[in-house]
């Protein structure tokens, strides 16, 4: 599996920006496609998943709202809307993939880097 995050870069608080993570490499229908974050000097963090087969999605408290995740399956992409930026969202995003089966995401992308200024 192979996961390519970009579309980061920075931003004033309250503006958008969105994430895009091209996969490749097996076909994803038994997975979960998630995006994480991590902060300077935090650990890494959940900020959303979905299923690919079915699109149901979920996230965290500190993003409800505020950004969406999609996938389009013909271009086995899959993206993070952020609206309403702020600067607490500042971090390295970064994408992977789960068999629906296991607990954890296994495959990874790099990360792209999302700056909110002030």
């Known amino acids: 599996v192979q996961l390519q995050a970009s579309g980061g870069g920075l931003v004033q608080a309250g503006g958008s920006l969105r994430l895009s993570c091209a996969a490749s490499?097996?076909?994803?229908?038994?997975?979960?496609m998630g995006w994480f974050r991590q902060a300077p000097g935090k650990e890494r963090e959940f900020v959303a998943t979905?299923?690919?087969?079915?699109?149901?999605?979920y996230y965290a408290d500190s993003v409800k709202g505020r950004f969406t995740i999609s996938r389009d399956k013909p271009k086995n992409t899959v993206y993070l809307q952020m609206s309403s930026l702020k600067p607490e969202d500042t971090a390295v995003y970064y994408c992977?993939?789960?068999?629906?089966?296991?607990?954890?995401?296994?495959?990874w992308g790099q990360g792209t880097q999302v700056t909110v200024s002030s």
């Open positions: 992977a993939a789960k068999l629906v089966s296991t607990e954890r995401y296994d495959h």
């Open positions: 490499g097996r076909t994803f229908s038994s997975y979960y």
């Open positions: 979905i299923r690919w087969s079915g699109g149901s999605t």
